[in-house]
């Protein structure tokens, strides 16, 4: 599956989830996955976010509405995919695109069934920069 076709549709207004609790508008995202009132489980599924139209069913679950949710546009989607590109060609290298640091794995799990997994962290600024 290509960036471009992951984007389509996908809202302007969306951030991680891991990241933060709400989007860019201010939407709570446990409020409008209904974690409450639905529970933990398929909770990703419900957010419309990432383009899945409002009212589908997906693995069981009904994607939410959110009166926030607007589209990204063809150019914000090539824009989205240059950036992205950028940030997987510094991975690719071994640095951080944050500040161009060399990737900290030392948390990375060295041997067993998890072997490689574990997060990768700037050197510099210690953010993460990607998880396995």
Known sequence: MSIKSQLQGG??????????ETCKAGMAYDEIMK?????????????????????????GHTVQPCNKYSPLTDEEIEQEEREIQEIMKDIESGVS????????????????????????????????????
């Open 11 to 20: 809202c302007r207004h969306a951030t991680s989830i891991r990241d933060h």
């Open 35 to 59: 974690r409450k009132e639905l529970g933990q489980v398929g909770c990703m599924v419900r957010l419309p976010c990432r383009g899945k139209p409002v009212g589908s069913v997906i693995r």
């Open 97 to 132: 695109s944050c500040c161009k640091a060399p990737i900290d794995e030392s948390r990375v799990i060295p041997d067993g069934q998890h072997k490689g997994h574990g997060p990768r962290f700037c050197s510099k600024c210690k953010q993460v920069v990607y998880m396995v």
